[in-house]
């Protein structure tokens, strides 16, 4: 039973931070790839950043610069450290998992968890 629990969304103001927590369990987490991706309405949900199962960083260019994903494997958490918040970052924030066995890749959702951003 994999399960990904997101914390940490809420109301803000622009120019402000917030730090986003995803709790994985049910999965070796430090062989996963793991990333944050968000969905604004009327929009495609998007990659915002992620570690892939090679440890290679990614980020959404709207956020390079401003937004920095971090792993704690002691933890089992994974994190989105979000500066200068911008009106237009207003979205859900989910948080995403993959892992590959025996050929197979599996992915897999956390429940979202909303963040405003107020001019």
């Known amino acids: 039973q994999v399960q990904l629990v997101e914390s940490g969304g809420g109301l803000v103001q622009a120019g402000g931070s917030l730090r986003l927590s995803c709790a994985a369990s049910g999965i070796i987490f430090s062989s996963a790839g793991m990333a944050w991706y968000r969905q604004a309405p009327g929009k495609q949900r998007e990659l915002v950043a992620g570690?892939?199962?090679?440890?290679?960083?990614n980020y959404a260019d709207s956020v390079k610069g401003r937004f920095t994903i971090s792993r704690d494997n002691a933890k089992n958490t994974v994190y989105l450290q979000m500066n200068t918040l911008r009106p237009e970052d207003t979205a859900v924030y989910y948080c995403?998992?993959?892992?590959?066995?025996?050929?197979?890749?599996?992915?897999?959702w956390g429940q979202g968890t909303q963040v405003t951003v107020s001019s």
């Open positions: 570690f892939t199962r090679g440890g290679t960083t």
């Open positions: 995403y998992a993959n892992t590959l066995r025996d050929g197979i890749l599996s992915q897999y």
